[in-house]
Nanobody, 128 residues
Framework: QLHLVESGGGLVQPGGSLRLSCAPSGSTLDGYAIGWFRHAPGKEREGVSC????????NYVDSVKGRFTISRNNAKNTVYLQMNSLKPDDTGVYYC?????????????????????WGQGAQVTVSS
């Protein structure tokens, strides 16, 4: 099973930006579509964005469309989540996980249900 490590979180003011990174521990991302998820205080973990194996397809949930951009650099074995125009509601712990990225919302739900190897996550706090 693929184990992933998230990094790049921090404290930022509303309207600010952060870039999260997701890299495998002792493995490769080749052949995996990857998704980003977040767990906000008092809420259930939810899917945020995903990217297909070959970078051809991406998806964003409505709350982050136009503000977040997912990308991957296969040469660096890393998937990124560029987050701009951050809002307090974006606060939470962000995780990445391997997943299908085709039937988007069904794929997020399946991953939340079945994936058991969540990493430490990256804490993102948006506050003035």
């Amino acid at each position: 099973q693929l184990h992933l490590v998230e990094s790049g979180g921090g404290l930022v003011q509303p309207g600010g930006s952060l870039r999260l990174s997701c890299a495998p521990s002792g493995s490769t991302l080749d052949g995996y579509a990857i998704g980003w998820f977040r767990h906000a205080p008092g809420k259930e973990r939810e899917g945020v964005s995903c990217i297909s194996i070959n970078d051809g397809d991406t998806n964003y949930v409505d709350s982050v469309k136009g503000r977040f951009t997912i990308s991957r650099n296969n040469a660096k074995n890393t998937v990124y989540l560029q987050m701009n125009s951050l809002k307090p509601d974006d606060t939470g712990v962000y995780y990445c996980a391997p997943m299908m990225c085709y039937n988007y919302y069904a794929d997020y739900a399946r991953t939340l249900e079945d994936y058991d190897y969540w990493g430490q996550g990256a804490q993102v706090t948006v506050s003035s």
